[in-house]
């Protein structure tokens, strides 16, 4: 291919190889005119950013500074929405100036490979809802509440900073590379990239860190159903309301998706009020009464039939039922917070911050901060979906800036949006309900005396307060009701109820909170479920190739028998754990979801190296180190601390030899068998610990490898293999942010002066 | 697409039909998050393809829809 040496066509002067329909109008506008636009300050453009930098400056100052006895809501808003304003309008420029370089004049694969049902032009402002929708869900919700223990300040800077500088980088490098492959997923990135070790690295890695992924979303439903009837009832009927949904999709009316989903929701809202009137009674409450170990196992069956049975019966209605409520919740939190405007009274950094002993968490600020808040900042499980379904759906190369940066900025701010409602409550309520039974004793007597004796500035419960929170939010007991999602929906009643309906309406406000999380979590353990059982599939497909046939039923069922128990044993793990389950296993969820990261960075690394973006590839070194030394730091903690608190083999060790010395009670352990069950458990996580820190390096280390032959190989003056798809010409153009800037407009209009028979018919709508 | 004013309508009128357009667009735009434009999609695209053959039905592509996502999954995230 070449260049048409006689054209003047502005669009015609880039020597990219690319043949433009002579016919048609410029695909993409200039550079030299975009470049024009960004660099032309008006005064008004000027002012504007001005009074951003200080709105988001005074924000900062009042979080971090001046920090007095109350901090008010809204000034997290101001601070998280400023700082990612300015990161969208600066930082992302700048590593799509030096690092991605899209050309709107290449097709994307939903216009090269239109096939009008995988490959489909989707409208940036619906592909951004759409892609937001897949990859937010429960995790921002939860690691942010149980990093509170620390004081408001280290997660909100980690959560900001975090997302601006690695995790939006993340999942808009993930994507765009991935569209440049066709859409093609991480692992097979990676197995192209790095080579057969460090692909084949990558890919257990990815499998392994699933199953931890999805067993502890599912231990954060079952902490919040345990002994809950009216949570169980209702979270319960989900599952009745989704078949439903299904078979009225499948055989009423196909493609009334918008209609079932109303239907959906009323019967979702039916479900929550039923609850309370169904817990109320007292054969409700004796049958939906469980305890943590039934639900658990109820999860665990669930999880297996669910995963084989068809997609349109269970998964697609609620998945479809769970973007719904997403995009409402959402919305719905972010508005109730800035109207409340609740006053904080938990300090910037609590008595926690400097030490490693926590109820809530166990270990330093470095790093177990930064692993415990993972989705919001960082989150590696993005690039699984940045390299699935939303790169085959973009419209225009330069979109993936606003649906990849920009998506992975709004998961950020929902995060904050979490954060702030867990800490609008009641200090010494936080900490009895978040830390485990062993402490707080499980009463709200011993629980009260439990909070009052950690000595906190300004804490002073009684049982009475703890009882009436309880009966308020139409629960029994909400003492070590650990998981973050009871925390969460205490905090979100607290905030809706001086918002819509008063304390009459804290019960509902609070099991719809449960609803909500429970069903992104589990639509994501379907899905998880599903993934994982083909990427297992795949896997074993090498060696025996039966099994890559995806319709054959044994192979099917098999692995998605293994993947359900393996996700089902650390998940009765957690439950059973007598050193209180979340916080023993959170730390691993963080740390896994972390590695993933830096898998997709390195990745990403190798990529932009074999580009020849040398010397801009710190934007993509410095999130890696970050996360490499957070997650191999925490990971060693892990592994070698002394401190059974925090080391999985100290704790195994201390353990051991309470057994051998024939004690029958240790720590929290009060039973032999107890003892027993903490030695396997922390035999368990130590060795996963091992295993993930291992393969993370090596996908490190072939990363940096490739790195480093791709710049002896550019010095050399040896091209570096390129396995992008080839080069197509665009015939459309569309605007690459939400509001279309002036050359852009210049050129749609030029477009909509085209007969209608030469234009590609628009996507979606505009 | 918000609210134009139609000849010979009242100011009140022309509100009124400014909110249900813009009803309209918010239903539509959420209508598109969630995929239920799929069927429309899929026929424009088979109109512009011109392949020559009749499209599915609406029954048919919906349950060709779901079965593809029986050996397709998407993640979601946590």
């Given at each position: ?176 590379f991935s569209m440049r492959r066709g859409g093609r997923s991480l692992g097979q990135m990676a197995r192209e990239e790095l080579g057969v070790i ?569 | ?78």
């Amino acid at each position: 291919m070449g260049i048409m040496p006689h054209s003047t066509q502005s669009n015609l002067q880039v020597d990219d190889g690319i043949v433009p329909d002579p016919a048609l109008p410029p695909t993409g506008i200039d550079p030299g005119v975009a470049d024009a636009e960004d660099r032309t300050w008006t005064p008004a453009k000027i002012a504007l950013w001005a009074a951003i930098a200080l709105l988001g400056g005074v924000a900062w100052f009042m979080l971090a500074i001046v920090r007095g006895e109350t901090v008010n809501a809204i000034w997290f808003v101001f601070a998280s929405v400023c700082t990612y304003l300015i990161g969208y309008r600066f930082y992302s420029k700048v590593i799509e100036r030096y690092l991605t370089k899209p050309n709107d004049r290449r097709a994307t694969p939903a216009e090269y490979k239109a096939d009008g049902k995988d490959y489909v032009r989707t409208d940036r402002n619906v592909l951004f809802g759409h892609h937001f929708a897949a990859i937010a869900g429960a995790g921002p919700l939860v690691g942010p509440i149980i990093a509170a223990q620390m004081g408001y300040l280290p997660g909100t800077i980690w959560i900001i900073i975090g997302v601006v500088l690695a995790g939006a980088v993340q999942d808009y490098l993930v994507l765009f590379f991935s569209m440049r492959r066709g859409g093609r997923s991480l692992g097979q990135m990676a197995r192209e990239e790095l080579g057969v070790i460090g692909g084949t690295a990558a890919l257990v890695a990815t499998l392994l860190i699933m199953v931890i992924i999805v067993a502890i979303l599912a231990l954060v439903v079952v902490n919040a159903l345990g002994e809950s009837p009216w949570g169980v009832f209702s979270v319960g009927m989900t599952i009745p309301i989704a078949l439903f949904m299904g078979v009225y999709l499948r055989y009423l009316r196909p493609g009334k998706v918008m209609e079932v989903s109303l239907i959906g929701f009323v019967l979702l809202m039916a479900a929550i009020i039923g609850g309370g009137a169904v817990a109320g009674t007292e054969w409700g409450a004796a049958v939906f009464h469980l305890d943590k170990v039934t639900i658990a196992w109820g999860l665990i069956i669930y999880g297996f039939i669910a995963a084989v049975l068809p997609v349109w019966l269970l998964l697609a209605p609620r998945d479809y039922l769970s973007t719904f409520m997403k995009i409402g919740v959402i919305a719905m939190l972010a508005v109730a917070v800035i109207v409340v405007r609740p006053e904080v009274t938990v300090p910037a950094f609590s008595e926690f911050a400097s030490r490693d002993n926590g109820p809530v968490l166990s270990g330093s600020l470095f790093p177990f901060l930064f692993v415990t808040i993972a989705c919001g900042a960082l989150s590696g499980f993005h690039a699984l979906i940045a390299s699935g379904t939303t790169p085959k759906l973009l419209e225009k190369e330069r979109q993936t800036r606003f649906i990849g940066y920009g998506g992975m900025l709004m998961e950020s701010f929902v995060a904050i949006m979490a954060l702030v409602a867990a800490i609008s409550i009641d200090r010494g309520l936080y900490f009895a309900m978040n830390a485990p039974a062993a402490l707080t004793g499980g009463t709200v007597e011993t629980a009260a005396q439990w909070v009052n004796s950690l000595g906190l500035a300004g804490v002073n419960i009684t049982p009475d307060f703890l009882a009436e929170t309880a009966r308020n939010v139409g629960e029994q007991s909400i003492v070590s009701r650990t998981g973050g999602a009871p925390t969460l929906a205490v905090g979100l009643a607290h905030i809706m109820q001086q918002f819509i309906g008063g304390t009459a309406m804290m019960a509902f406000w609070y099991h719809f909170a449960i609803m909500f999380e429970a069903l992104f979590i589990l639509t994501a353990v379907d899905a998880g479920t599903r993934v994982a059982r083909f990427m297992l599939q795949d896997s074993i497909g090498n060696f025996v190739p039966k099994f890559k046939e995806h319709s054959w039923r044994p192979g099917a069922w098999l692995c998605t028998a293994i993947m359900v128990a393996a996700w089902g044993a650390v998940l009765l793990m957690g439950v059973t754990d007598p050193l209180g389950g979340i916080n023993t296993l959170f730390p691993l969820f963080g740390i896994a979801n972390q590695l993933l990261a830096a898998i997709a960075l390195s990745v990403c690394m190798a990529i932009a190296a074999k580009r020849g973006s040398f010397k801009y590839l710190w934007i993509v070194a410095l999130p890696l180190t970050f996360a490499a030394v957070v997650t191999i730091t925490a990971s060693f903690y892990k592994i070698f601390s002394p401190v059974p608190a925090v080391g999985y083999f100290a704790n195994n060790a201390a353990f051991a030899k309470a057994l051998a010395d024939g004690k029958t009670s240790f720590g929290t352990a009060k039973t032999q068998l107890a003892m027993e069950a903490v030695v396997r458990n922390t035999m368990i996580q130590g060795w996963l610990s091992v295993i993930f820190v291992v393969l993370s390096i090596i996908v490190i280390i072939t990363a940096v490898l490739a790195t480093v032959k791709a710049f002896r190989n550019a010095t050399r003056g040896v091209p570096n293999p390129n396995h992008e798809d080839p080069a197509v010409a665009s015939r459309i153009f569309a605007p690459a942010g939400v509001i279309p800037t002036p050359a852009e407009r210049e050129l749609m209009a030029e477009w909509e002066k085209l007969p209608a028979d030469v234009r590609f018919e628009k996507a979606g709508q505009h | 697409m918000f609210g134009s004013k139609r000849p010979g309508s009242t100011d009140a009128a022309a509100d009124m039909n400014a909110v249900i357009d813009g009803f309209r667009g918010f239903a539509r735009y959420l209508g598109g998050v969630m995929g239920a434009d799929a069927y429309t999609k899929y026929l424009e695209h088979h109109a512009a393809a011109g392949q020559g053959i009749p499209p599915l039905t609406e029954r048919e592509f919906w349950r060709d829809h779901t079965d593809r996502q029986d050996s397709n999954p998407q993640s979601r995230c946590c």
